[in-house]
């Protein structure tokens, strides 16, 4: 593979002879897969290489390569003004990604020791996603929250279960809630609580005191949900597309939002193998619900996907239907999902509260379908509701009933 990436062959034997000589090609061959250009391919090597002559310098051997070693190296290198790393130092990460997948590194023994703080933060995550289930997302923004709790607790300091008070709970998360609006209020109290009941799992503390983290007054039915006119969910999907490969993409995923009403980890999860073509049909991979359930494909949402198949989506093996628009080529997360929405509302002129994005046409959906005349399972079928008490919220959105049943005021003139 170096053969088709350099042309002169001094710098072909010069790579083949370092110390990551023997993996030289198959990395390149890697990068390529992943979708890197010809001219990153060459930068990416030559980094490799004289990452490989610091290692070996250092005393190392390959099987000790890790993140603390391309840190150390980095640290030592000069830096662009705009804070970028230099060239010596840019695909590195790649590189520690070919080599654990390839089994050429193992971690160093008498390395150091993970800080006990970390290590209860580690086994927290371990069991929110293998015990609780929990997405990657929701893991990430608990684990946010309860660091910033231990860490005004106790500091770096290994922490002492058996003085963790009940009043020192309530107070980071009163503080913690009052600084965030609306249904984020109850953040704080959720994640905290969550840590609480894992310790009482792990015997660190008393059962009961994950009580002491309250929840802030929450009232479900007090404001009507966000969503968009149909003029305006129009529009979102017009002044999106450009004919770029970008655009085209982001509007295939705008049509599965806006017409199917699709959570952003459900956009996230499609796969190729979830579409029927032939009967027009979406299976959706089990997510929040834990569970498949089937949808219609529209006209305009099969066209959309199928503009993007064949002429804005990058050659890659990989099955999931919307990927990264720059190398390597891997399937979207959903904060780019999020970020895509809030891009399209801004060119399409459309101002939504903050923190609004792909959610609102979700409700958008369930409120045409409700004043259509779809009952609550209908809806709640389409949305993948576990329970119907969860689309009760959209009962306020048929706007025309309620008016028709609403009584007159009888209190004369204020």
Known sequence: MLAHTFVRPGVIARLRQSLLGPYMDAFAAALHQEGYAPYNIQ???CAAEKYAQWVHTQGYTLSEIDADLVRRYSAGLPKY???????????????????????????????????????????????????AGLALRTRRGYGSLVRR?????????????????A?????????????????????????????????????????????????????????????????????????????????????AILFCLARLGLRAQDVVLLRFDDIDWAEGRLTLRPGKSRRARPLPLPQDVGEALVAYIRGGRPPSASRHVFLRSRPPFRALTSAAVWAIVRQAFTRAGIVVPPGVA????????????????ASFKEVADVL?????????????????TLAAVALPWGGGTL
């Open 149 to 165: 709790f231990l860490t005004t607790w106790c500091g770096a300091e290994s922490p002492d279960w058996s003085a963790l008070t």
């Open 358 to 373: 792909s959610h609102i046409f979700r409700h958008t959906v369930a409120y045409q379908m409700v004043n259509r005349g």
């Open 384 to 400: 993948g509701h576990q329970s119907i008490q969860t689309t009760g919220i959209y009962a306020k959105l048929e706007l025309e």
């Open 43 to 45: 930068r990416f090597l």
């Open 167 to 251: 009043a020192e709970i309530t107070t980071f998360v009163r503080q913690e809630a009052a600084i965030r609006r609306n249904a984020g209020r109850k953040q704080p109290a959720v994640a905290v609580r969550s840590f609480l009941r894992f310790l009482v799992f792990r015997g660190a503390i008393r059962p009961g005191l994950e009580a002491a983290a309250p929840s802030p007054p929450q009232w479900k039915y007090a404001s009507l949900p966000s969503r968009l006119t149909p003029t305006d969910v129009e529009r979102v999907l017009t002044v999106s597309h450009d004919g770029s490969a970008i655009s085209v993409r982001n509007r």
């Open 81 to 131: 003004r705009n804070g970028n790393l230099p060239k010596a130092a840019q695909g590195l990460s790649a590189l520690l990604r070919f080599l654990h997948q390839h089994g050429v590194t193992h971690p160093r023994q008498g390395g150091r020791s993970i800080p006990p703080l970390e290590q209860w933060l580690r086994d927290y995550d371990a069991h929110l996603e293998h015990v």
